[in-house]
């Protein structure tokens, strides 16, 4: 992994570090360990940028931001798989983009036939028929939201949306996934953060996009990006950056996408990253 960034070169100070949480950031037990925090306060001190990169909603977002100091430091929050982009320090929106009001009850409806669980966010609630079913539960715990159950999801479901999310099985999910992909074609976007959930968004919103975004936002170029994850989705943002980290413990597919990889969120893989960034002595 060294040897990637010695040969590319890259300038902290000039480098936007975009980070998934989930199996990334944090480890299994959901938490930013004190060798990763450490690190990351190095990169900042060198005048690098930080941008959390995830699926989670904003709300789910902002306690991991505020853990690592953004709001006073400085960074950004890429929420709903790059439908939303704050800055932490202004809480002002960079970038915003909903679903279609009109495919919500298309959605709804698919949801039945499959026989999958819909959910969606409003405010510090996750919007669902089935508040028992246990990945709508997950999401809860992962997020720090409450569920609040309705009784029916299109008829409710009438305000702005960035993110639905449909949940079951992983085996079972990926042929949904397949046939959701089939039936939308380009006109909307789809796919897996885990093998369990599975996330829809408008057109064109994937983590790599939006990134471009906010590199143009900053004065930058893709040269400046190092992107580092470990799921489905995190792979458009790993192609696209200058250097691609997978985490030892990400997909296999993840890992195919990436310039080199990273030790496991569990072994404090990014302070590894940063380690190599900022051309520490330690041998990887």
Not at 12 to 34: F, H, M, Q, R, Y
């Amino acid at each position: 992994m060294r040897e990637i960034f010695r040969q590319r070169k890259m300038d902290p100070a000039k480098c936007l570090l975009a980070l998934d949480i989930d199996g990334t950031l944090t480890n299994s037990e959901k938490k930013v360990t004190g060798k990763v925090q450490h690190a990351l306060d190095q990169f900042v001190a060198a005048g690098g940028r930080i941008i959390l990169a995830s699926g989670r909603p904003t709300y789910g977002i902002v306690p991991v931001a505020e853990t690592l100091g953004l709001p006073e430091k400085g960074g950004y929050i890429l929420a709903y798989n790059g439908g939303r982009v704050m800055d932490c320090k202004t809480g002002r929106y960079l970038y915003e983009k909903n679903l279609p009001q009109d495919v919500i009850p298309v959605l709804a409806r698919q949801a039945k036939e499959f026989g999958v669980n819909i959910m969606t966010y409003e405010d510090d609630c996750i919007i669902t028929e089935q508040p028992e079913d246990i990945y709508c539960v997950k999401e809860s715990q992962i997020n720090h939201m409450k569920i609040k159950q309705v009784k029916s999801f299109s008829d409710y479901v009438i305000f702005p949306v960035t993110k639905c999310l449909l949940t079951a099985d992983g085996d079972y999910l990926q042929q949904v996934e397949e046939k959701m992909k089939a039936y939308w074609g380009e006109k909307l976007s789809i796919c897996r953060s885990e093998p369990y959930f599975l996330e829809v968004t408008a057109n064109g919103i994937d983590k790599a996009g939006t990134l471009a975004r906010v590199l143009e936002q900053l004065q930058l170029n893709k040269q400046n990006l190092v992107a580092c994850g470990d799921g489905f989705n995190d792979i458009s943002m790993i192609s696209y950056a200058e250097i691609g980290v997978a985490m030892t413990n990400g997909s296999e597919k993840t890992k195919a996408s990436a310039d080199c990889i990273a030790p496991s969120n569990d072994d404090d893989g990014i302070a590894a990253v940063i380690d190599c960034l900022l051309e520490n002595t330690v041998k990887l």
